[in-house]
């Protein structure tokens, strides 16, 4: 069951601890599509207003299986004041198009036309690969909202790609695959959304800070150390459960367990991802 009370101390922790004032509510590691439709507005209710003066920016995802569905949380996210939706392609009955892709995505978008929208793009999961890169021609002209993508693709050459065309800047691409995240900000990705920064978060922002000076040196070094945590318990079996898990044991705030179908993090997956994070120098001496 979802545990709203908890949302308090969740949020003080970003911000005190991780220097993280911005969240992205009921996506993949919130188990957003696993979450009945009156629990996903009773969560986004809860970061709205436990974020109120701490939170910079709440972007809720309000994509499903279902047109109806969508449309019903983007006109509640509207209501309840979020910075901004997001929308994954469905993947059940698939679009398999642009075309059909756009349609679906406009008449989301529609119910909330004060909103900026973004298209989630996270082909692993949805099964759904239209080159964000095809997407972008032309789509403000039929979703007005369009603000960018949150992407969530290992695929450098169609995110260098969109932010080629993106000469004047009006989009927004949020990058989503953390591991990746520095080649991501080389080819010019603006902003990133994934779930190691609940746990990771100082360090990711001191990699954005080096890489901003620039000190590549430095920022490789926090990629790197990253990413060889990530390697670890990526060969463990690592997914929302295990991610839980280690944000429970990092933060001190109790995740939960996942939903079924997904089980639990077994005891140790525990031990050995505690271990191997503790034992993780970064190059501030943490």
Known sequence: QINLPVIRQYVDYL????????????????????????ERKQLAEEWMCQGKDKLDHVIIHVGALNLPECQELARHAAAIG?????????????????????????KVASEAPEVPFYYYHIPPLTGVKIRVEELLDGIKAQIPTFQGVKFSDTDLLDLAQCINKNETGEFEFLYGVDEQLLGAL?????????????????QTNLMLQAFAKPDLALAQKYQFLTGEFLNFVIKLGFGVAQ????????????????????????????VKAKAKLEGIVWPDGD
């Open 15 to 38: 911000v005190n601890e991780q220097n993280v004032k911005n969240v992205f509510v009921n996506g993949t590691t919130g188990e957003g599509l696993s979450l009945s439709i009156q």
């Open 82 to 106: 979020a910075c901004g939706i997001a929308v994954i392609a469905p993947f059940f009955f698939k679009p398999t198009n642009k075309g059909e892709l756009v349609a679906f995505l406009q």
């Open 186 to 202: 080389a080819v010019g990705a603006n902003g990133a959304v994934g779930s190691t920064y609940n746990y990771l978060g100082r």
């Open 243 to 270: 991610t839980k898990a280690v944000m429970t044991f990092v933060s001190g705030i109790p995740m939960g367990p996942p939903r079924l179908p997904l089980a639990d993090a077994s005891s140790e997956f525990i």
